[in-house]
């Protein structure tokens, strides 16, 4: 079992470019969560979709920021016109069904800087 | 919406004591609590979770202990180790609606040798 694969580990951006993340969560696991850690803020929860199916976004800035599930095996979550504050790791996690109550199981991360 | 306090920011304690890390919330549907391990420059690792319907759960040397009418959690580390040494997460969850983990601040814990 790889565990949640996300991709690139690594991603520097420009000012104003934009930031494509992805995650491969763990196979057989429906549902699919975002996170973004920063020092000064902590953990903080974006998006969630379970089944392919957005369920919950209420922590995605409203405005440059967008996620994706296009199929069982992958996720992105897009981020327009990136500014500094955006910088942070972006942690994808993925987990068994909700009513399994099983702890999500996080990717590596990815480290996005904006210069 | 739900908020968890993690109230000890560091701990360090000597190898082989005990050290105890104190959460809570405040959502009374909030039914789930897994605790995460995050080692420097590295993700979460999911150590240990405790639902509503128990008070206590072990696993090896790691003790959860859950107070509902406190709405208080605790993960208790015993015969500490120097490779416990990192930085831990609380979370809560809520069974039903969306599920997202609402996480606590965290605790640098360091063990001494």
């Known amino acids: 079992n790889a565990g949640v694969i996300q991709t690139p580990r690594h991603k520097v951006t420009g000012k104003g470019q934009e930031a494509t993340l992805w995650c491969e969560p763990i196979?057989?696991?429906?549902?699919v969560f975002w996170y973004r850690q920063t020092i000064v803020q902590g953990l903080e929860f974006l998006t969630y979709?379970?089944?392919?199916?957005?369920?919950?976004d209420s922590g995605m800035p409203k405005e440059r920021f967008s996620a994706q599930m296009p199929n069982q095996s992958h996720s992105t979550l897009k981020i327009q016109s990136t500014q500094p504050q955006d910088s942070a790791v972006y942690l994808c996690?993925?987990?068994?069904?909700?009513?399994?109550?099983?702890?999500?199981?996080f990717g590596e991360g990815t480290r996005l800087s904006v210069l | 919406g739900e908020k968890v306090e993690q109230h000890e920011s560091t701990l360090s304690v000597r190898e082989g004591d005990s050290a105890v890390i104190n959460c809570t919330y405040t959502?009374?549907?909030?039914?789930?609590f897994p605790w995460y391990k995050q080692e420097a420059g590295k993700s979460l690792h999911f150590v240990i979770d405790?639902?509503?319907?128990?008070d206590r759960k072990q696993s090896q040397r790691l003790i959860v202990l859950l107070d509902k009418k406190a709405k208080r959690f605790s993960l208790h580390i015993t015969a500490t180790q120097p490779e416990d040494s990192a930085i831990y997460f609380c979370?809560?969850?809520?069974?039903?609606?969306?599920?997202?983990?609402?996480f606590g601040s965290g605790t640098q814990l360091t063990v001494m040798p």
């Open positions: 996690a993925s987990s068994l069904a909700q009513g399994d109550n099983q702890a999500p199981l």
């Open positions: 196979s057989g696991h429906s549902a």
């Open positions: 979709f379970r089944n392919q199916a957005p369920i919950d």
């Open positions: 959502d009374t549907a909030s039914s789930y």
């Open positions: 405790i639902r509503s319907n128990v």
């Open positions: 979370a809560a969850a809520a069974s039903s609606g969306s599920w997202q983990l609402i």
